[in-house]
């Protein structure tokens, strides 16, 4: 399925119209739908969190009342999409199973964007994040399986690996290693831009989310968990901020979100299994459009630019919605013990800076680390394994009665 | 030693705090928005209700064979995933006793840590009997999802280090009344299904879960027989 960016016009904005009833939709189901679908929910979220997060930046930095009245229009309707994604999300969902949503996000896409990504330094920097975020999901499912008696495979599918990357108690770094080095505006392919968008987005979505329930856990070592990869969550911030180039104009910026945003539900709507999701994902897809298509009016007046420079006739291959699982692993057999020495990632000694703040942040002990004690995945929850062992003691209790 | 939370007086909720902020208060609830029913609330609830799907279905059989009741695959997964959930629990308050030391009349630590091998091993006899019946234990059932949304609350409740051992085993009494509901109701199921030979085993499991019950009920009787003395002890004659 190929769209002509420039001539498909998309829904006019007065034409992109909610009521309560259909903002707030039937959710998904958390057991019958595929992970995917959940994925796909979890990541389109963050998408427009990023959008209205970047337009009231815009809003706030800008004297332009044109600019600042257009930002409020197209950002209403973005808080709108936002809503109605974000609440097809279940009840019967909860927090942690949302987490282990979240964290199978950040792993099936970020594999997805390294294998695609033209510029061999930022694939460099998804595979780095890539094996933190996995390490995420080994300590969040520690946590369901001890806390809840829950087996985060039942939100995972099996197309996510459960077992450990790279330690996070040891991704703690000084926030000078967390910075890297940003594509050329002038030069960087249109995938690289989408990408750098799409991850980022994600992340910052997710260190919101980690924020916002992390205190609603009443287990001392839950809400330690969720401070500790928080705070690794806003690391992954910084580091995908970083490689976007600051020198794009705020209409340059504001055109490369729309385009992501394209992006993203044309990727959704060209995996998308389940019937009624689809037509959300076709749906917004329209509405992108005509945000894009907007937005690329007011380049032509305020900035007396050609878009065309910007926009490509046509979208990369879409996001690529299947377990990733070799390619994951491949990653982990590589690169599991690289280390980020300034803007560098590779097999490098870590700063002193990053030592001193590691050990202090970890002086009095490792949320992370503790959950996980002697854990490792089983089908239905470590338990099993007690389990088994009892059902043997009662087998040979009936044989020598 | 910890200090019970009915010793002191600090909390800041209920109007008789502060009288004149409450008159005061009730002067603003005089104010109300006119011509507005409270049917218009309900009717909003009540279009809410209607036309959903169900929350979830049962997953396909492992071994479509040996399936005789999908029903029965269901509330058995229920069980399954409520014993699971409960030998957690209480791992959860023997952590408590740990931490804080029993009470008189109250639980040993011995006493939680069997419970919590009977929740385990009816956690074992159900995973082989699903298999046995066709059945995946690993999934999760739409009743065994329903129970994993009931027992929220008694989980935070639990897992919280602010609440005492005392207070965790209020909070269990809920678990084991549910608990011994449900085994009576999954004899009734098999029963009609003509299914004896897990009656049988099930019956068992249920006297278990009477006797837990019966101890909790033991345990917070002691705990406020307790804390009735106590407060007694607090009280200057006369005063």
């Keep these: 399925m190929g769209i002509d960016i420039h001539r498909e016009a998309g829904t006019h904005l007065d034409d992109q119209e909610f009521t309560w009833r259909e903002i707030v939709s039937a959710p998904i189901s958390k057991l019958d739908n595929d992970a995917f679908t959940r994925v796909r929910i979890i990541l389109m979220n963050g998408i427009e969190s990023e959008q209205n997060r970047f ?26 999409q936002q809503t109605l994604v974000n609440w097809l999300n279940p009840a019967d969902q909860s927090p942690l199973e949302t987490t282990i949503g979240f964290e199978q996000v950040a792993i099936e896409v970020t594999a997805s964007v390294a294998q695609v990504e033209p510029d061999p330094y930022l694939a460099q920097v998804y595979r780095f994040g890539l094996l933190e975020d996995f390490d995420h999901m080994f300590r969040y499912a520690a946590l369901m399986d001890r806390i809840e008696g829950h087996d985060a495979n ?44 799409t991850i980022m987005a994600g992340e910052n979505q997710t260190h919101d989310y980690y924020m916002t329930i992390g205190p609603m856990f009443s287990d001392p070592i839950a809400r330690q968990l969720y401070a500790e990869i928080a705070s690794i969550e806003e690391q992954h911030v910084t580091q995908y901020e970083s490689i976007i180039d600051p020198n794009e104009t705020w209409l340059e910026k504001w055109i490369n979100h729309e385009l992501a945003e394209v992006y993203n539900y044309y990727s959704c709507l060209s995996f998308e299994d389940d019937p009624r999701i689809k037509k959300v994902w076709e749906r917004f897809l329209d509405y992108e ?84 004690a002697g854990w490792h995945w089983r089908p239905g929850t470590e338990l099993t ?8 003691m009662h087998k040979m209790e009936r044989e020598s009665a | 030693m910890t200090i019970a939370s009915t010793m002191l007086k600090r909390n800041r ?34 279009e809410g209700m209607r036309h959903n799907p169900p929350a979830a279905t049962m997953p396909p059989p492992a071994h479509l064979d040996k399936v005789r009741s999908s029903l029965l695959l269901d509330k058995l997964g229920e069980r399954l995933a409520f014993e699971r959930a409960g030998v957690r629990l209480y791992e959860t308050l023997m952590l408590k006793h740990d931490a804080t030391g029993g009470f008189p009349g109250g639980p040993s630590r011995a006493d939680l840590e069997e419970i919590r091998e009977d929740e385990l091993s009816h956690f074992a006899m159900l995973e082989g009997i699903v298999g046995r019946y066709g059945g995946d234990p690993t999934a999760v059932t739409p009743s065994a999802n329903l129970v994993g949304v009931e027992t929220k609350g008694i989980c935070a409740a639990i897992n919280d280090p602010r609440i005492s051992l005392a ?68 009280v200057v004659p006369g005063a």
């Excluded at chain 1, 995972?156 to 330690?167: A, E, F, H, K, V």
């Design chain 1, 289 to 372: 459009l005509g945000h894009l298509h907007h937005v690329m009016d007011l380049m032509k007046r305020i900035e007396r630019r050609d878009p065309a420079e910007l926009v490509p006739k046509t979208l990369p291959d879409p996001i690529q919605y299947r377990s990733q699982r070799e390619f994951v692993r491949k990653v982990l057999a590589s690169e599991v013990a690289y280390t980020a020495n300034g803007t560098r990632i590779g097999s490098l000694p870590d700063t002193a800076e990053t030592l001193s703040y590691r050990r202090q942040l970890n002086s009095s002990g490792s949320p992370s680390d503790a959950v996980s």
């Design chain 1, 154 to 197: 039942d939100i995972l599918q099996s197309y996510t690996d459960i077992m450990p990357g790279r330690p996070t108690s040891q991704e703690h770094r000084d926030p000078a290693d967390d910075m890297r080095e940003w594509y050329d505006r002038g030069k960087a392919d249109v995938i690289t831009k989408l990408n750098a968008l």
């Design chain 2, 167 to 234: 207070e965790g085993l209020h909070a269990i009494l809920v678990a084991e009344l549910a608990d011994n509901a449900a085994w009576e109701q999954l004899i009734e199921l098999v029963e009609q299904l003509g299914q004896e030979e897990l009656a049988d085993e099930f019956r068992e499991a249920l006297e278990t879960e009477q006797d837990h019950l019966a101890r909790v009920r033991t345990w917070l009787a002691a705990d406020i027989a307790g804390r009735v003395q106590a407060e007694a002890d607090e």
């Design chain 2, 13 to 46: 909720t209920g109007v008789a705090r502060d009288p004149d902020m409450a008159k005061d208060m009730m002067k603003g609830s005089k104010h109300t928005i006119d011509g507005t029913d409270r049917q218009e609330f309900v009717d909003a609830r009540l």
């Design chain 1, 385 to 392: 394994r007690e389990a088994l062992d009892i059902d043997g």
């Design chain 1, 55 to 80: 337009l009231h930046a815009l809003a706030r930095m800008t004297a332009n009342k044109d600019l600042k009245l257009a930002a409020a229009r197209v950002r209403r309707i973005e808080q709108h």
